[in-house]
């Protein structure tokens, strides 16, 4: 069936012929500040990342449905082990892959399209690369030319896991997530408590079924899911066969592609997703050339009005030099907008400060209390697993808190700044903070060994022989011999002594794990704090900076205005009436371009 809509990539070059129509205006009318913008948004057309996040529980065939999406094995499937580091795909000329390190931007390293799999599956991925934070594979395929990048991530393992944490925060920075479940049972109680929470932090998400070609009953399985998640939720739900899909891929078989499934979560992937957000950059690359428009249109205008009315140009320099003030005071460290976001950033330091120090807080009351139930030594293992979930998932809450709290502060400053500036604010960047939980290792340094047999008859035998002598000795000293009595008295104080050497080493080694939760989390909070401050300066800078040229923009665009309407008045009658036939060229090319850029508005 033929397209009725236009593809993103239409979208897109639309947008950057529009921004070089900017460009050469700004270069014609010597608005090089304003042309340092377009030049700005330009690179954001040339380059939209449109991320879309695959996560659901381990071995539902994630890694099996990137593949069918990209038409090619990119992704190693296998029965027996798990992905264990996410994998990226995107558009690439040729077939190409790197190993993504840690660090802002992050390092790369070529990687042989055939080592992939040794890197990216869990039994081989810390011998691979040590600190590999992901991979990064580029294909020539149609589906990723136009900026979209299937993010494969390692299985959710429960709600309350690690990957859990990490797949929400992700999610949190995604422009659409797919969530796999396969058709061997129905949405499990984790799995919706996940995609409700999912559904919060992106709204562009879709439940996928997979594996519908090995399960007969997957239509069963599709109305059942349909049914659990609540009508408000707005989720679709989309059944699919990776393996059919690949089958079709090769064979280019149409039917059976269309017997897979893919062609609707095809459809919703380029109209929902990578044509969305298309849209959203064209439309905010278009409100910046209206913007720069109406700034050039602004001062011709003044300009054209002096020269058509030479006795009204001091009224019109009169009120350029009022607009001048009020420019002038936007910029001043005491404007309104500088208060709000100085104050703003203050207080939210102070509060996520807070914050942060009452999760902890609760949790190391949950740890002493659950420690005193149990013997370290026995449930050890099982208590640091619990404890890096459950801070993940508070350094998650702690997150969202900074996320939603700082967009709120941007919308606040861009409200002080909207009746002179009226910009398009800049997307502010908040990094995921649940990579800190893997940098802090539990390192407990405790001795969780209860004693071993050998050890225990040495403390049997110590008391034994104490109580025994003790008792000896006693009936010696009275004149009463006790003989093989003595040797049961001592059995008797042997095993009271071992019981009491257990509990004292019980209770040592219970101190000595709480210990090290505490060590554990004044680790985990100050590497928290120190990032959220320093997230909360680079917010402050981008806010600053961003309205500060704003404010630049305008003076500008003002002084220019007065300068040119300063010179009108002084103008010969012919002098005046060339510069106004000019002038009025001038404005009908920037009548045109503010047509075209609005109607990508439409």
Wanted: proline share 4%.
């Amino acid at each position: 069936m033929a397209a009725t809509t236009a593809s993103p990539n239409d979208a897109l070059q639309r947008a950057v012929q529009i921004v070089d129509l900017g460009l050469r205006a700004c270069e014609a009318y010597g608005r090089g500040d304003l042309g340092a913008r377009l030049t700005t948004v330009k690179g954001t057309l040339a380059d939209p990342a449109v991320h879309i996040v695959v996560v659901g529980e381990f071995k539902q065939g994630k890694s099996s449905l990137v593949n069918a999406l990209a038409g090619a094995n990119v992704c190693p499937v296998d029965d027996d082990v798990a992905t264990a580091l996410p994998t990226y795909v995107r558009f690439g000329k040729e077939p190409s892959a790197q190993v993504l390190f840690d660090g802002d931007p992050p390092r790369r390293e070529p990687l042989p399209m055939d080592q992939v799999r040794q890197v990216v599956l869990e039994k081989s991925g810390d011998e691979a690369a040590d600190g590999a934070a992901g991979v990064e594979v580029r294909l020539p395929r149609q589906l990723l030319s136009s900026g979209l990048v299937i993010v494969d991530t390692p299985g959710v393992g429960g709600l309350g896991s690690v990957h859990a944490a990490a797949s929400l925060a992700a999610a949190s920075m995604a422009d659409a997530l797919l969530f796999v479940t396969d058709a061997a049972q129905e949405l499990t109680r984790s799995e919706l408590d996940f995609l409700r929470q999912a559904r919060d932090v992106c709204p562009t998400l879709v439940c996928v079924i997979t594996k519908t070609d090995f399960y007969p009953h997957w239509r069963k399985i599709r109305d059942l899911d349909t049914g659990h998640l609540p009508s408000k939720m707005e989720i679709p739900v989309i059944p699919v066969s990776s393996a059919l899909r690949l089958r079709a891929v090769a064979a280019n078989d149409k039917e059976l592609n269309t017997e897979s499934g893919f062609p609707d979560l095809v459809r919703f992937v380029t109209e929902r997703v990578t044509g969305g957000a298309a849209k959203k950059v064209a439309t905010q690359a278009a409100e910046a050339v209206l913007d720069v428009g109406e700034q050039i249109q602004s001062q011709l205008e003044a300009e054209r009005a002096a020269l058509a009315d030479p006795a009204a140009a001091a009224r019109i320099i009169d009120e350029l030099t009022a607009v001048k003030q009020r420019v002038d005071a936007l910029k001043a460290a005491a404007a309104k907008w500088q208060q709000t976001l100085g104050d703003g950033v203050s207080d939210l330091n102070a509060d996520i400060d807070y914050d942060l120090r009452g999760r902890i807080r609760r949790i190391l009351e949950e740890a002493d209390a659950a420690i005193d139930e149990v013997d370290p030594a026995d449930a050890w293992d099982e208590t640091e697993r619990w404890l890096q979930a459950r801070v993940s998932h508070e350094l998650l809450a702690n997150y969202m808190m900074l996320r939603d709290r700082a967009v709120s502060l941007s919308e606040d400053v861009a409200t002080h700044f909207q009746e002179a500036a009226g910009g398009v604010l800049r997307q502010v960047a908040i990094p995921d903070p649940v990579p800190l939980v893997g940098t802090a290792e539990v390192e407990h340094k405790i001795e969780l060994e209860k004693m071993k047999l050998r050890k225990q008859a040495m403390v049997a035998l110590k008391s034994a022989y104490g109580g025994a002598l003790m008792f000896v000795m006693l009936g010696t000293l009275v004149g009463v011999s006790l003989g093989p009595i003595g040797v049961g008295i001592g059995l008797v104080m042997g095993r009271k002594g071992l019981r009491e050497e257990k509990k004292r080493q019980r209770a040592n080694r219970q101190g000595q794990a709480k210990n090290a939760v505490r060590r554990y989390c004044d680790q985990v909070s100050f590497v928290m704090t120190k990032d959220s401050r320093d997230t909360l300066r680079r917010i402050q800078r981008q806010l600053r900076d961003h309205y500060s040229t704003l404010a630049d923009e305008l003076a500008r665009s003002n002084a220019e205005a007065l300068s040119a309407a300063s010179e009108a008045a002084k103008r010969t009658q012919t002098e005046r009436e060339s510069r106004l036939r000019d002038l009025t060229a001038e404005l009908e090319r920037l009548r045109q371009l503010r047509e075209h850029a609005t109607a990508i508005l439409r």
